[in-house]
């Protein structure tokens, strides 16, 4: 028998879940937005691990596909899919609500892989499925970066950014949506700590004692009028031309063009570029990008 008594908590439970869902979508909305207003780019994308068809209040457009049944978890728990909620910048409506399974595309490669990657041209690219090319082409997109939006081990959706010209996305840019992706997530964890059973935010993180070291973040490096930025001594781990290597890598050049910067052969680049990758633990150029100048290492 339910006792009158959790009749309120669990009124205010649903409430507090209500809550989150709208906190949630306005969010991913935002950032569909800002990603177009404050990184320079033409569409701006959010993919959920949703089921298709509009929510209340979510800012979608209307005549969405029906509703679904959330797509079921990978054996690795990931989520096996994802649905393009949210949009600034398009023209056409394809891309309104598109089902991408994990592992599909460019951003189905982020949610599978759960680390940002990017290409210069989608439609010629061959690291890439393309069971979405009609949806991209009806936009008229071409380079276009992914990013995954992560918190404690799990996946809250991946947010894209594309361009209608076939560039290369420079780290500027790259840091640009990464950070528009760190404050979306920590808004979103934020939002989910209400929906839990207990209906209550986290506790706040203790501050440093006093007289103890505060936490520190190395500043982030930004290349100027196209130049790599930083200079002097390598970091540790890194050879001095590895090091010049990835300051140029970073500003969004090609092999070919480093290698002509610096008197090298492509193939002498993509192995420098292959040892800085491997010394820093990433898997990828935008991975790279991302570590270096998270870690100051392009300052």
């Given at each position: 028998m339910t006792r009158a008594a959790d009749t309120p908590a669990r009124a205010a439970d649903g409430l507090?879940?209500?809550?989150?869902?709208?906190?949630?979508?306005?969010v991913l909305a935002d950032l569909a937005r800002r990603v177009v207003a404050d990184c320079g780019v033409d569409v701006g994308l959010v993919g959920v691990p949703d089921r298709p068809g509009p929510r209340p209040g979510d800012g979608t457009a209307p005549g969405a596909a029906a509703a679904a049944p959330p797509a079921a978890p990978?054996?690795?728990?990931?989520?096996?899919?994802?649905?393009?909620?949210?949009?600034?910048?398009?023209?056409?409506?394809?891309?309104?609500?598109?089902?991408?399974?994990?592992?599909?595309?460019?951003?189905?490669?982020?949610?599978?892989?759960?680390?940002?990657?990017?290409?210069?041209?989608?439609?010629?690219?061959?690291?890439?499925?393309?069971?979405?090319?009609?949806?991209?082409?009806?936009e008229d997109l071409y380079a276009m970066l992914t990013v995954p939006l992560l918190h404690d081990g799990a996946v809250h959706g991946v947010v894209y950014a594309a361009l209608r010209a076939v560039v290369p996305f420079g780290d500027v840019r790259i840091g640009a949506v990464a950070d528009l992706a760190a404050t979306a997530t920590?808004?979103?964890?934020?939002?989910?700590?209400w929906a839990g059973p207990s209906g209550r935010?986290?506790?706040?993180?203790?501050?440093?004692?006093?007289?103890?070291p505060a936490p520190h973040r190395p500043p982030a490096g930004r290349p100027a009028d196209g130049q790599p930025a930083g200079g002097g001594r390598p970091p540790a781990g890194l050879t001095p031309r590895e090091h010049e290597v990835l300051r140029w890598a970073a500003t969004g050049r090609t092999n070919p063009e480093i290698a002509?910067?610096?008197?090298?052969?492509?193939?002498?680049?993509?192995?420098?570029?292959?040892?800085?990758?491997?010394?820093?633990?990433?898997?990828?150029?935008?991975?790279l990008a991302l570590t270096a100048r998270e870690s100051g290492l392009l300052g």
């Open positions: 507090d879940a209500r809550a989150a869902e709208l906190v949630r979508s306005a990978e054996p690795g728990g990931g989520p096996a899919g994802m649905v393009l909620r949210h949009w600034s910048g398009t023209r056409a409506g394809l891309l309104h609500d598109l089902v991408v399974p994990s592992g599909t595309g460019l951003g189905g490669r982020a949610l599978a892989e759960r680390a940002p990657t990017w290409v210069p041209d989608y439609r010629a690219a061959t690291t890439i499925s393309h069971e979405h090319d009609a949806a991209v082409d009806a920590r808004a979103l964890a934020g939002a989910a700590a935010p986290p506790a706040p993180r203790p501050r440093p004692r006093s007289g103890g002509a910067e610096l008197g090298l052969t492509c193939n002498t680049v993509t192995g420098y570029l292959k040892s800085a990758m491997h010394k820093l633990g990433v898997r990828n150029r935008v991975e």
